[in-house]
C-alpha cells in the first residue's frame, strides 16, 4: 500500500529547481520595482489625517475585503469575485503550507493531514477557476453595459486561467504516474482529471515527461503572474485590500485642506494635490462601473460618470508619475460642478473609494481660481456678509419664532435641547414650516429646548461642499465658539446637512456634541410615550430618504418607526430607497447652482414616488422638501400629491399631554 503522502518536487531534476528559483527571485524583483514605482507616485500626494481607529478600519476590512458584503447586491457578481478572492487566498495557504514542509524542520504531510491539505488545495483551484469562468461569462457574453472594458482584459482572464488549469494538469499527471492512488482522490480535482487523461492518452505515455513538462508550463505561468502583478488589472488583486484597509474617514467628514492660507494653490490643480490615499484610490477602482451605475446625475443624461472621473484622472497619474500634470487635461470643469455629493457612488462602491474627497477637491481649485458657476458665487458672498445664502439680514433669522413663545438661550443659561434651526429652517418658508412644527412638538412632548436666536450662522455645508474651504473654516470656528458660551446636553437638528456637518465636520475644530436629527428624536419620544397620537390619518405615504440623513449618517428606521406609530397609515416603500435611494437634486451646492443639463433629478425621484402609488410623500431635509415640491410644480400635480416633513406629519396627528400653563417659557 503507498504511503499516503507525496514527495515534493517529485520528478522535478535539481537543475531545473534552481532555475525555477532564479526565475521566481527575478520576477519578484520586477514585481517588487514595480509595486515600489506605484507606492512612489501615491507619497507624490498630499497629507491625508486619519478618522478611524485601528479597530474600525480592521472592520472594514474584514467587512468589505474578505467577505466583500457590497457585492451582495449583484448575486452574479458576488459569488463569481467570492470564488476568485477566496479560491486564490487557500492556494496561497497551500503554496505557504508546502514551503514549510519542504524547507523547515516540521514535517507534518502525512495521513489525514497530507489528505485534508490535499483537499484544501483542490477545492481552492476548483473554486478559482469556477470564480474566473464567471468573470469571462460575465465580462464576454453577459456584457453589463457599465462594466469598463479595456484590452488587456483578455490577457489578465486568460492568464489566470492558464495557471489554475496547468496546476490540475500537472497535479494529474504526477497521480496518473503513480498508479492512481486511492487516497489521492482527496484531490477531487487532480483525480478526476488523471482518469480522463488516462483514458484519451496512449497506453505508452510516458506519464514522467508529461508531468515534468505540464510542471514547467504552470511555472511558467505562475512567473508571469508574479511579473504582470503590478501592471495592468493585476493590481487591484492587492490594491483593493490595502485600500478598503486604509480609509480615512466617515462618509460624512471631508478632507480638510493641508495647507490652507500657507500657499497660493488650494484644491487639485495638479495631481500632486490630491492626497496620497486619493492616488491610491484610482489604482484601487476595479472599473465595475457601480458608481456610474447609481450616480444620479450619470443617470440624468448630465456629464458626470464617477467611473471615468476616476479613470481619466488615474490616465494622467499613468502618463505623468511625478504628479506635475493636471487632471484638467481630461476631465470638464462640468463634471465637477454637477455633482450633488449625494455619495450614491461611494455607497455602491466594493472597494470603499472616495469619490466626494476627489470632487470637493476639484471645486476648491475652480473656487479658488475664480471658475465658479450659477448663483453660487452670491450665495456664498451672501454667507460671508449675512451667514445665510439668501441675503436676508441676520436679525430676521428667529422671525419665525416670534409669536411662538419659544425660548432663546443666553449666555451661561441651560437647556436639554439646542434646537439648531439652519438657514432653510430659519427662512424659507417652508423650512419655517418644519421648524414651528418642531419647536410645537417639543412643547407637547414637555422637552427642556431652547434656540440661538441671531446668534446661530450658517453651518457651512454650502460652503464646504462648493469648494470655498476658506469660509467653511470661519464659519465652523465662529460657531464652534458661539457654541462654547451656552450649557446644553445635545443639539436638535431638522436639516440632515446641518446634521452632519455637526456632528462629522465640526469635531475637527474642537466641536464635539451629541448631535440627533428629529426623526431620530422624535421617534424617540413616541417609544418613552411622551407624545400621544390622537386621530387616525388614512393616508399613502412613501418616505424619500435623504442622502445626508440615510446614506451619509445610517439614520433609516426612525423616520419609518414615526410613520408605522400613526393609525391608519399604509407606508409605500419607493423603489430605491434606504442607502440605494436617488437623491432629490438638491445637495452639493446645487440649489445654488443653475442646472443645463438633462433631466431634473428630483423630477426623475419624483416619476418613482408617482410609481408607488402615494398621496404624501414624507421626508426629512428641507431641500428635499423644496426640491419634490418643485418636482410636483413641474409635473402640474398641485393637490394632487403632496409633501411634507416627518414633523409636520407627527404635529398633526399628535396632542398636548402636558397640564394648561406648563408651556415652554
Same mark, same amino acid.
Given at each position: 500500500?503507498?504511503?499516503?503522502?507525496?514527495?515534493?518536487?517529485?520528478?522535478?531534476?535539481?537543475?531545473?529547481?534552481?532555475?525555477?528559483?532564479?526565475?521566481?527571485?527575478?520576477?519578484?524583483?520586477?514585481?517588487?520595482?514595480?509595486?515600489?514605482?506605484?507606492?512612489?507616485?501615491?507619497?507624490?500626494?498630499?497629507?491625508?489625517?486619519?478618522?478611524?481607529?485601528?479597530?474600525?478600519?480592521?472592520?472594514?476590512?474584514?467587512?468589505?475585503?474578505?467577505?466583500?458584503?457590497?457585492?451582495?447586491?449583484?448575486?452574479?457578481?458576488?459569488?463569481?469575485?467570492?470564488?476568485?478572492?477566496?479560491?486564490?487566498?487557500?492556494?496561497?495557504?497551500?503554496?505557504?503550507?508546502?514551503?514549510?514542509?519542504?524547507?523547515?524542520?516540521?514535517?507534518?504531510?502525512?495521513?489525514?493531514?497530507?489528505?485534508?491539505?490535499?483537499?484544501?488545495?483542490?477545492?481552492?483551484?476548483?473554486?478559482?477557476?469556477?470564480?474566473?469562468?464567471?468573470?469571462?461569462?460575465?465580462?464576454?457574453?453577459?456584457?453589463?453595459?457599465?462594466?469598463?472594458?479595456?484590452?488587456?482584459?483578455?490577457?489578465?482572464?486568460?492568464?489566470?486561467?492558464?495557471?489554475?488549469?496547468?496546476?490540475?494538469?500537472?497535479?494529474?499527471?504526477?497521480?496518473?504516474?503513480?498508479?492512481?492512488?486511492?487516497?489521492?482522490?482527496?484531490?477531487?480535482?487532480?483525480?478526476?482529471?488523471?482518469?480522463?487523461?488516462?483514458?484519451?492518452?496512449?497506453?505508452?505515455?510516458?506519464?514522467?515527461?508529461?508531468?515534468?513538462?505540464?510542471?514547467?508550463?504552470?511555472?511558467?505561468?505562475?512567473?508571469?503572474?508574479?511579473?504582470?502583478?503590478?501592471?495592468?488589472?493585476?493590481?487591484?488583486?492587492?490594491?483593493?485590500?490595502?485600500?478598503?484597509?486604509?480609509?480615512?474617514?466617515?462618509?460624512?467628514?471631508?478632507?480638510?485642506?493641508?495647507?490652507?492660507?500657507?500657499?497660493?494653490?488650494?484644491?487639485?490643480?495638479?495631481?500632486?494635490?490630491?492626497?496620497?490615499?486619493?492616488?491610491?484610490?484610482?489604482?484601487?477602482?476595479?472599473?465595475?462601473?457601480?458608481?456610474?451605475?447609481?450616480?444620479?446625475?450619470?443617470?440624468?443624461?448630465?456629464?458626470?460618470?464617477?467611473?471615468?472621473?476616476?479613470?481619466?484622472?488615474?490616465?494622467?497619474?499613468?502618463?505623468?508619475?511625478?504628479?506635475?500634470?493636471?487632471?484638467?487635461?481630461?476631465?470638464?470643469?462640468?463634471?465637477?460642478?454637477?455633482?450633488?455629493?449625494?455619495?450614491?457612488?461611494?455607497?455602491?462602491?466594493?472597494?470603499?473609494?472616495?469619490?466626494?474627497?476627489?470632487?470637493?477637491?476639484?471645486?476648491?481649485?475652480?473656487?479658488?481660481?475664480?471658475?465658479?458657476?450659477?448663483?453660487?458665487?452670491?450665495?456664498?458672498?451672501?454667507?460671508?456678509?449675512?451667514?445665510?445664502?439668501?441675503?436676508?439680514?441676520?436679525?430676521?433669522?428667529?422671525?419665525?419664532?416670534?409669536?411662538?413663545?419659544?425660548?432663546?438661550?443666553?449666555?451661561?443659561?441651560?437647556?436639554?435641547?439646542?434646537?439648531?434651526?439652519?438657514?432653510?429652517?430659519?427662512?424659507?418658508?417652508?423650512?419655517?414650516?418644519?421648524?414651528?412644527?418642531?419647536?410645537?412638538?417639543?412643547?407637547?412632548? %414637555?422637552?427642556?429646548?431652547? /434656540? +440661538?436666536? !441671531?446668534?446661530?450662522?450658517?453651518? &457651512?455645508?454650502?460652503? @464646504? $461642499?462648493?469648494? #470655498?474651504?476658506?469660509?467653511?473654516?470661519?464659519?465652523?470656528?465662529?460657531?464652534?465658539?458661539?457654541?462654547?458660551?451656552?450649557?446644553?446636553?445635545?443639539?436638535?437638528?431638522?436639516?440632515?446637512?446641518?446634521?452632519?456637518?455637526?456632528?462629522?465636520?465640526?469635531?475637527?475644530?474642537?466641536?464635539?456634541?451629541?448631535?440627533?436629527?428629529?426623526?431620530?428624536?422624535?421617534?424617540?419620544?413616541?417609544?418613552?410615550?411622551?407624545?400621544?397620537?390622537?386621530?387616525?390619518?388614512?393616508?399613502?405615504?412613501?418616505?424619500?430618504?435623504?442622502?445626508?440623513?440615510?446614506?451619509?449618517?445610517?439614520?433609516?428606521?426612525?423616520?419609518?418607526?414615526?410613520?408605522?406609530?400613526?393609525?391608519?397609515?399604509?407606508?409605500?416603500?419607493?423603489?430605491?430607497?434606504?442607502?440605494?435611494?436617488?437623491?432629490?437634486? %438638491?445637495?452639493?451646492?446645487? /440649489? +445654488?447652482? !443653475?442646472?443645463?443639463?438633462?433631466? &431634473?433629478?428630483?423630477? @426623475? $425621484?419624483?416619476? #418613482?414616488?408617482?410609481?408607488?402609488?402615494?398621496?404624501?410623500?414624507?421626508?426629512?431635509?428641507?431641500?428635499?422638501?423644496?426640491?419634490?415640491?418643485?418636482?410636483?410644480?413641474?409635473?402640474?400635480?398641485?393637490?394632487?400629491?403632496?409633501?411634507?416633513?416627518?414633523?409636520?406629519?407627527?404635529?398633526?396627528?399628535?396632542?398636548?399631554?402636558?397640564?394648561?400653563?406648563?408651556?415652554?417659557?
Amino acid at each position: 500500500m503507498n504511503e499516503i503522502t507525496r514527495q515534493i518536487l517529485w520528478n522535478i531534476p535539481k537543475p531545473i529547481v534552481a532555475a525555477m528559483y532564479a526565475a521566481v527571485a527575478v520576477s519578484l524583483a520586477i514585481a517588487a520595482y514595480g509595486f515600489w514605482a506605484h507606492l512612489r507616485s501615491w507619497l507624490r500626494g498630499e497629507a491625508d489625517p486619519d478618522r478611524l481607529s485601528w479597530e474600525e478600519r480592521i472592520q472594514n476590512f474584514l467587512g468589505f475585503a474578505v467577505l466583500q458584503q457590497k457585492l451582495f447586491a449583484d448575486p452574479f457578481s458576488a459569488v463569481m469575485h467570492l470564488s476568485i478572492f477566496w479560491g486564490f487566498l487557500g492556494l496561497f495557504a497551500t503554496t505557504l503550507i508546502m514551503m514549510v514542509e519542504k524547507y523547515t524542520p516540521l514535517h507534518f504531510l502525512y495521513g489525514r493531514v497530507y489528505e485534508a491539505y490535499s483537499l484544501l488545495g483542490d477545492l481552492s483551484g476548483l473554486l478559482f477557476l469556477f470564480g474566473i469562468s464567471l468573470a469571462i461569462i460575465r465580462r464576454y457574453f453577459l456584457r453589463p453595459p457599465n462594466l469598463e472594458k479595456r484590452s488587456g482584459d483578455v490577457y489578465v482572464l486568460s492568464l489566470l486561467f492558464l495557471m489554475a488549469f496547468t496546476g490540475f494538469l500537472a497535479e494529474a499527471a504526477r497521480i496518473a504516474a503513480r498508479d492512481m492512488p486511492s487516497f489521492e482522490i482527496f484531490s477531487p480535482g487532480g483525480f478526476a482529471l488523471g482518469r480522463l487523461m488516462g483514458w484519451i492518452l496512449p497506453a505508452e505515455t510516458n506519464w514522467d515527461y508529461l508531468h515534468r513538462g505540464l510542471w514547467i508550463f504552470h511555472i511558467v505561468t505562475v512567473l508571469l503572474f508574479f511579473t504582470a502583478l503590478p501592471s495592468l488589472r493585476f493590481t487591484h488583486l492587492l490594491f483593493t485590500p490595502v485600500n478598503v484597509l486604509l480609509k480615512k474617514r466617515p462618509l460624512g467628514a471631508l478632507r480638510p485642506v493641508p495647507r490652507l492660507g500657507l500657499s497660493p494653490a488650494l484644491g487639485a490643480g495638479r495631481i500632486k494635490e490630491f492626497s496620497w490615499k486619493q492616488l491610491l484610490d484610482l489604482e484601487a477602482c476595479t472599473g465595475c462601473g457601480r458608481c456610474e451605475n447609481n450616480c444620479p446625475a450619470f443617470n440624468t443624461e448630465k456629464p458626470l460618470s464617477p467611473l471615468k472621473l476616476i479613470r481619466n484622472i488615474r490616465e494622467v497619474l499613468d502618463h505623468d508619475k511625478s504628479g506635475d500634470s493636471s487632471p484638467w487635461e481630461k476631465i470638464e470643469e462640468a463634471e465637477a460642478w454637477n455633482c450633488t455629493t449625494c455619495a450614491a457612488c461611494e455607497e455602491a462602491c466594493p472597494v470603499l473609494i472616495n469619490h466626494l474627497d476627489r470632487i470637493v477637491d476639484l471645486r476648491r481649485h475652480l473656487v479658488h481660481s475664480g471658475k465658479i458657476k450659477g448663483n453660487a458665487p452670491k450665495g456664498l458672498e451672501n454667507i460671508l456678509y449675512y451667514r445665510n445664502p439668501w441675503g436676508y439680514a441676520a436679525r430676521e433669522r428667529a422671525f419665525w419664532a416670534r409669536d411662538e413663545n419659544i425660548r432663546v438661550l443666553q449666555e451661561k443659561e441651560e437647556t436639554d435641547v439646542l434646537y439648531w434651526v439652519g438657514c432653510a429652517g430659519s427662512y424659507d418658508p417652508q423650512g419655517q414650516e418644519v421648524s414651528l412644527a418642531v419647536a410645537r412638538l417639543l412643547k407637547k412632548a %414637555g422637552v427642556d429646548f431652547a /434656540i +440661538l436666536g !441671531d446668534r446661530e450662522g450658517c453651518c &457651512g455645508d454650502f460652503a @464646504r $461642499r462648493l469648494g #470655498e474651504e476658506g469660509l467653511f473654516e470661519k464659519l465652523a470656528r465662529q460657531n464652534i465658539e458661539t457654541l462654547k458660551k451656552y450649557r446644553f446636553r445635545r443639539i436638535l437638528v431638522h436639516c440632515p446637512h446641518g446634521l452632519n456637518v455637526l456632528k462629522n465636520e465640526y469635531p475637527r475644530w474642537g466641536g464635539n456634541y451629541e448631535v440627533v436629527h428629529h426623526a431620530e428624536y422624535f421617534s424617540r419620544l413616541l417609544e418613552e410615550k411622551k407624545l400621544e397620537i390622537s386621530p387616525a390619518w388614512e393616508k399613502k405615504i412613501t418616505f424619500h430618504d435623504p442622502c445626508y440623513l440615510g446614506r451619509y449618517n445610517r439614520v433609516f428606521e426612525p423616520p419609518r418607526e414615526i410613520l408605522r406609530s400613526i393609525p391608519g397609515v399604509d407606508l409605500l416603500e419607493l423603489g430605491k430607497n434606504r442607502g440605494a435611494a436617488f437623491c432629490c437634486g %438638491g445637495g452639493g451646492g446645487q /440649489i +445654488l447652482l !443653475d442646472p443645463q443639463y438633462g433631466e &431634473g433629478i428630483n423630477n @426623475r $425621484r419624483f416619476e #418613482e414616488v408617482l410609481a408607488s402609488g402615494a398621496e404624501t410623500v414624507a421626508t426629512a431635509c428641507p431641500y428635499c422638501k423644496l426640491m419634490l415640491d418643485m418636482a410636483i410644480t413641474f409635473k402640474n400635480l398641485s393637490g394632487q400629491v403632496r409633501v411634507r416633513d416627518i414633523a409636520e406629519i407627527l404635529d398633526s396627528v399628535t396632542v398636548e399631554r402636558r397640564p394648561p400653563g406648563a408651556g415652554n417659557q
